[in-house]
């Protein structure tokens, strides 16, 4: 009967190193996923941010939704785009798009 006991006690003591691995794989995929989906994301919404803090008068920018235009006036949350001779747009300035305006400004320089 003790010698029953004492191979029960094995058996559990055998399971907790199985728990400790399965600790560890689960904090592996959480540190995976903070590294390669959630701080990138941060990132990009902190040069987002930066970005439109930084919009000036005459800027050429591009809306997410598809808009290119000239900044003519900055107003507290809204930016009015001159998108062609005498057609002004308002925009909220969150609807700015960084990575666009980036790509606009880059296929300029090319052309140039």
Request: glycine fraction near 10%.
């Amino acid at each position: 009967m003790a010698m029953f006991r004492y191979e029960l006690f094995l058996q559990a003591a055998g399971g907790g190193s199985m728990q400790m691995i399965n600790l560890l794989f689960i904090a592996g995929f959480i540190g995976i996923f903070y590294f390669f989906m959630i701080r990138p994301g941060q990132k990009r919404q902190r040069e987002q941010k930066k970005f439109v803090e930084n919009l000036k008068k005459g800027d050429e920018v591009v809306t997410v939704g598809g808009a290119v235009g000239k900044i003519l006036t900055i107003e507290d949350a809204f930016v009015i785009l001159e998108v062609d001779k005498g057609v002004k747009m308002k925009f909220e300035k969150s609807s700015v798009s960084f990575e666009h305006t980036n790509l606009l400004r880059q296929q300029t320089k090319t052309e140039a």
